[in-house]
């Protein structure tokens, strides 16, 4: 009995019982079920019928004063609602009414989440007929502050909490989440939270954002989505001083203990979804992220969206922007302001889409990309010293300090904002750009709006009128001299979200370099010229479902060209595949 228990919690034997089984996913005896002995354990998983009261509290079903009165006779609704029967587009009016009228970000952002939890397809008609204004609600940067207070504000638990608690028993962790059919997991440590830093397990606000946003923008399914949060403690003394912390109350884990957690995890959720399951990785900190990457990039379908996602847009607004700066990737000089996650990873995607468009080796294409991190430009004579992932970066030259003296040394045409740090272009940098540069592109990418490098009415009136600028958090269009500017969002949202629809329609089973220039593409491929007339180097959110759509069906093709697609045969128009696959948040009739 005992060594039986023992590998029901490793989560090995029933599933491996029958050798004709595939692992997870597919398979109907998903839990093992039907093919345990007595003596194992079983989830007593039930399915049923919901109607009356309970209906109402099901947030996957509830649809409010929207029930029919066929609905509400076969349902047992009567009585429990008022007599009125109300639209879903009049429940939206309704509730765009209230929203509006809150004056608080935070206040937007809790009464969205109070949808969610009380009528998600509500929630999702919401978000999708008003994405350019709610996603700076349920992302950044309102999303940044939630997960401040993520303590204070938590109600309910919107994703699944693996502590240090569970080591040994993570695959029992997530067999307690009600969904089964997982497609899509986003999971963080909290330790960098966009640019707030370490957050523990408040981050969690992160993966739930980053997820409705899978659903609204890229049409995933939402009970197909798993929003994680490993929490193996924080180094944030505010918050293990906090009486209404939610986590872990210790210092972080690190080395072995950390890695078997993470590895636990990696190894449990590919036994009990299956080796299509899309694992993101969000907003760790670099000293984990890029050994996380390369671990499991062999083995399972990850991709990390801060150094990956991140990338593919920024590579996506330089293609469009070429049409208005003129000239190649490669005719341009790049200087980035931070040298971790986002600024390594988006430079290796230019210099890999500059080397393959000009057929000149990797090596060749890096020397056109220059990073600064904390301690100035990185050169060669700081080698020995870098992490690992700003090594390719040390180029020939004297060490330079202070982005000033960097940006009048290297004199770039694009500067690249991902030091996490607000206010670091000055009036004097964004000023040196302009006296080199008939249009210096300027990008200020770091998340939320308080971290932004600069802000558009910055970059706009401090090179006067000639920026072409974009950030990762949204800024209002700027008057400057009677012309109004439009500022891009730079942000991995434009990406992800159409990335993991491409690769779950074509049931791809590991994430390649390819698919993330696809991905690229595919988004350069929507700017059109009135957009660029304004200034903007993205095409607006308000298209995002068709937007993410093209990107599933470029990335999909990619996975199908590489062999790494799963669902075959490859239907012959992935777009109209694409279009086909996608959720839609208006009600159905229960009979
Ligand atoms: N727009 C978007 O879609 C995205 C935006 N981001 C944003 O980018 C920012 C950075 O994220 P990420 O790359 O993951 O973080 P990392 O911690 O991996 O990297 C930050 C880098 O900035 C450097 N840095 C910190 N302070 C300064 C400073 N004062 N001057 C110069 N360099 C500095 C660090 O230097 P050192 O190495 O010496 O410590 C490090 O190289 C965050 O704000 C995040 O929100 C991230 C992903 C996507
Ligand atoms: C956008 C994002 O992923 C970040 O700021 O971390
Ligand atoms: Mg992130």
Known sequence: MESTLKEMRDGASVLDMDPKSTVGGGVEDVYGEDRATE????????????????????????????FTEKERDAHYLRGLLPPAIISQQLQEKKLMNTIRQ????????????????????????????????????????????????YGSIFKRPQGLYISLKEKGKVLDVLKNWPQKSIQVIVVTDGERILGLGDLGCQGMGIPVGKLSLYTALGGVRPSACLPVTIDVGTNNEQLLKDEFYIGLRQKRATGQEYSELLHEFMTAVKQNYGEKVLIQFEDFANHNAFDLLAKYGTTHLVFNDDIQGTAAVVLAGLISALKLLGGSLADHTFLFLGAGEAGTGIAELIALEMSRRSKTPLEETRKKIWLTDSKGLIVSSRKESLQHFKKPWAHEHEPVKGLLEVVKAIKPTVLIGTSGVGKTFTKEVIEAMASFNEKPLILALSNPTSQSECTAEEAYTWTKGKAIFASGSPFDPVEYEGKV????????????????????????????????????????????????????????LSNIRKISVQIAAN????????????????????????ESCMYSPAYRYYR
């Open 555 to 578: 990335v999909a093709a990619k996975a199908y060209e590489l062999g790494l697609a799963t669902r075959l045969p490859r239907p012959e128009n992935l777009v109209k595949h694409a």
């Open 102 to 149: 809150y004056q608080l970000p935070l206040q937007k952002y809790t009464a969205m989440m109070e949808l969610e939890e009380r009528n998600e397809r509500l929630f999702y008609k919401l978000l999708i007929d008003n994405v350019e204004e709610l996603l700076p609600v349920v992302y950044t940067p309102t999303v940044g502050e939630a997960c401040q207070k």
């Open 39 to 66: 003596d194992q354990l079983v989830t007593p998983w039930t399915i049923s019928v919901a109607s009356g009261y309970t209906l109402l509290r099901d947030p996957h079903h509830n649809k409010g004063l929207a």
């Open 485 to 540: 500017f439009v500022p891009g969002q730079s942000n991995n949202a434009y990406i992800f979200p159409g990335l993991g629809l491409g690769l779950v329609i074509s049931g791809a089973i590991r994430v390649h370099d390819d698919m993330l220039l696809a991905a690229a593409e595919a988004l350069a491929g929507q700017i059109k010229e009135e957009y660029l007339a304004k200034g903007l180097i993205y095409p607006p």
